[in-house]
């Protein structure tokens, strides 16, 4: 059974097509990210997961149940990306108050370690400051153990240091064999924390993947070396090549198999290779490739 089922979901608000469409599947065990821009309808896709928003057309299946049964059954937690804390409740009985609300819970101390409040356990969430409260805001998504965690945008308060702590936290989790899909602008946390990236626009599916194979898919490699004062003829025939620069001397080839570009470039020619980089396309380069509106 996949953690989550989207048949053709679409959602409407008014004249606003937010979501258009959405079919996808997510495998239980996985960390999925979902990435894309402002508006994305990143936020109206979790909201529906978690039963918050009706979608206008198309079918939801969490956990084989209807968002709403998943919830009543304590199968989801999420952390959203608004939600105020009780300033007056210390952390500790706001996590406890939360966990017992689910018939499996995480005992509190656990919690309180995995999302590194165990200090801060008697503190009023009133006096928390942001990046503390966005930790407080995780322990009570996982708090109840459940099987998937939805996360919206869970680092957007952080600075850098507390996003580590917090990757790192979350990593933990799913590595009990949990489910995670979390909503991010960022490139860089979608790479480095999930196994897979679904990159939305407009409300559709624009590409999924894992990060490689999204930049692979888009931009191809880079192979750039020292060519000094030697001929640059033959290169753009180069097995895999799609594009040649030069400059003052050093070349950059564009190519959708760096593999056979460069096996082609030592046994095929006869030019002395010097300082021979091979570099992936820029995930940032292939985001921005996927999600911008295409030419009218
Ligand atoms: N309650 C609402 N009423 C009207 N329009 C809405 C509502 N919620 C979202 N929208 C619109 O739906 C579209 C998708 O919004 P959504 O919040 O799902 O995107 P997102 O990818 O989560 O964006 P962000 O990264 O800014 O949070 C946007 O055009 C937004 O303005």
Redesign the pocket.
């Known amino acids: 059974m996949n953690a989550i089922t989207l048949s053709a979901v679409s959602?409407s608000?008014?004249e606003?097509?937010?979501?258009d469409g959405l079919s996808l599947t997510m495998e239980r065990g996985r960390t999925v990210a979902?990435l894309?821009?402002?508006?994305?309808?990143?936020?109206?896709?979790?909201?529906m997961l978690l039963g918050l928003?009706r979608p206008t057309a198309g079918d939801i299946r969490v956990l084989g149940h209807t968002p709403d049964e998943a919830v009543r059954r304590g199968e989801i937690g999420a952390m959203l990306?608004e939600g105020t804390l009780i300033p007056e409740m210390t952390v500790r009985e706001l996590v406890d108050f939360i966990r017992r609300l689910y018939p499996e819970p995480l005992p509190l101390d656990e919690v309180l370690q995995m999302a590194d409040l165990t200090a801060l356990a008697g503190r009023r969430a009133g006096k928390l400051s942001g990046g503390q409260a966005q930790r407080v805001r995780f322990a009570l998504a996982i708090a109840g153990a459940p099987a998937l965690l939805v996360l919206?945008?869970p680092t957007a308060a952080m600075d850098v240091e507390s996003r580590r702590a917090f990757w790192a936290n979350m990593r933990n989790y799913s590595a009990q064999g949990r489910t995670v899909l979390f909503?991010t602008?960022y490139l860089e946390e979608a790479d480095e924390n999930s196994d897979r990236v679904i990159v939305?626009a407009r409300?559709k599916v624009v590409a999924d993947g894992t990060a490689a194979e999204i930049k692979a898919g888009v931009g191809g490699s880079v192979v750039g070396f020292s060519l000094g004062e030697q001929s640059s003829a033959g290169l753009d025939a180069l097995p895999g090549v799609t594009a040649v620069e030069i400059l003052a001397g050093s070349v950059t080839l564009r190519t959708a198999d760096p593999d056979a570009t460069v096996a082609a470039l030592y046994r095929g020619t006869s030019l002395e290779v010097r300082d021979l980089q091979i570099n992936g396309a820029d995930l940032e380069d292939a985001f921005l490739a996927l999600t911008q509106p295409a030419e009218a």
């Open positions: 959602k608000y008014g606003v097509l937010a979501v979902l894309g821009p402002n508006g994305a309808g990143k936020s109206t896709t979790i909201n928003v990306q919206d945008e909503a602008h939305v409300g």
